[in-house]
Nanobody, 123 residues
């Protein structure tokens, strides 16, 4: 299993941008073997999928972020990224990354959840 840690969150104004990072720790050599997913959880709401990327760099996005967010990965650095542009107040949430598997275009998390990184979009 690969252990991941999120970073890069913060406070940003509407229309602004952030790039989140998802770095593998001691199990870094395993990183390239896993598909990676980003999720988010807003206050009072359930955790929801945001984007995923396979080991072959196939990407998928939720409708709410399509065209604004970009997921990528750098296996040499054992790190995945989520570039978020045109941020809206509705994007405010704790963002999590997790290892998993994609089957029939559906990402299923199989790794442990980390503590996430807070993204707040506010004037």
């Amino acid at each position: 299993q690969v252990h991941l840690r999120e970073s890069g969150g913060g406070l940003v104004q509407p229309g602004g941008s952030l790039r989140l990072s998802c770095a593998a720790s001691a199990s870094g050599k395993l990183f390239k073997r896993y598909d990676i997913g980003w999720y988010r959880q807003a206050p009072g709401k359930q955790r929801e999928p945001v984007a995923s990327i396979t080991t072959t760099n196939m990407t998928s996005y939720s409708e709410s972020v399509k065209g604004r967010f970009t997921i990528s990965r750098d296996n040499a650095k054992n790190t995945a990224y989520l570039r978020m542009n045109s941020l809206e107040p509705e994007d405010t949430a704790v963002y999590y990354c997790v290892s998993g598997e994609v089957h029939n275009s559906v990402f299923a998390p199989i790794g442990a959840w980390g503590q996430g990184t807070q993204v707040t979009v506010s004037p």
